[in-house]
């Protein structure tokens, strides 16, 4: 999966990789997956209402649009284009993050057998836990919702995600089913590997990124930082104040002094 955000919106492209899968009832099925297949393709674009980071809960319209790019003949994928409309809230209490999601697939019927898949409600509850700076713990509850009480999958998964890195993330779960359906399996492990760069941050709102700041908590506009520059000054505007009101508490090294003779 990759992301990219534009202020409020964020657009992300998801193409699933099953590594095995095995399964009873189809003859496809009997032995399993011979090679690594696909899942379908989502693209899925997003817009924050609400940053849970500024209000009290955080407020988001999704619109995942799927493409049938899955291994068909392994049940791996759908045969038709689908768009889920979905609600996005999620909040934070503490150390404890709380989501949920609540959308309607649009898509086109298909009977397999005796169940037909097609519009569903689908939805997912999630929880998680900051235990260590570098620790998340997560638990979530997720399904779909069809018109046929066999074919309603449900599903949960439990695992951590562990940062070595701010900007990296590596996640390990594991779940069963909750409920029958399509595409429910007795047991699932997912394994996920993330890379988030890092914005470039202005920490005193001067304009200059803390990367090319000497001052990063001090502010200073620009013509400041070069006069400081082209005056050979050393300290930062704060430091200079107290440096002239006493002296004493910022010492100012030396420069050393090149003499050319002639």
């Known amino acids: 999966q990759a992301a990219v955000g534009f202020g409020p919106v964020d657009v992300a492209l998801d193409l699933p990789v099953h590594l095995a899968a095995v399964g009873d009832g189809f003859p496809t099925w009997n032995d399993g997956l011979e090679t690594t297949a696909l899942g379908d393709m989502r693209l899925i674009p997003k817009v924050r209402l609400m940053d849970a980071a500024e209000k009290p809960v955080g407020l988001a319209i999704v619109l995942p649009l799927s493409l049938p790019t899955g291994a068909q003949d392994r049940y791996l994928g759908l045969r038709t284009v689908s768009v889920t ?7 934070r209490v503490g150390k404890f993050h709380l ?54 999958p449900v599903e ?3 695992g951590a995600t562990v940062h070595p890195t701010p900007a990296m993330g590596i996640t390990l779960a594991a779940g069963t089913s909750l409920g029958p359906g399509m595409g429910s399996p007795q047991g699932r492990i997912v394994f996920g590997f993330g890379i988030t760069p890092q914005p470039s941050r202005d920490t005193d709102g001067d304009g200059i990124k803390d990367r090319q700041d000497e001052c990063p908590e001090d502010p200073e506009d620009v013509a400041s930082s070069r006069e400081r520059h082209a005056d050979r000054r050393e300290h930062c ?9 006493h002296p004493q508490v910022v010492k100012r090294p030396k420069r050393p002094q090149v003499r050319s003779e002639r």
Do not use: C, M
Not at 119 to 148: C, M, N, P, T
């Open 156 to 158: 949960w998964l439990a």
């Open 237 to 245: 505007p704060a430091e200079r104040d107290t440096e002239e009101r």
């Open 85 to 91: 409309p979905t609600l996005a809230v999620d909040g």
């Open 99 to 152: 989501g949920t999601n609540l959308g309607w697939r649009l898509t086109g019927a298909e009977e397999v057998d005796d169940l037909t898949a097609g519009k569903s409600f689908q939805f997912r509850l999630a929880v998680g836990y900051a235990l260590h700076e570098k620790v998340d713990l997560a638990g979530e509850i997720f399904g779909d919702i069809h018109s046929q009480a066999r074919n309603n």
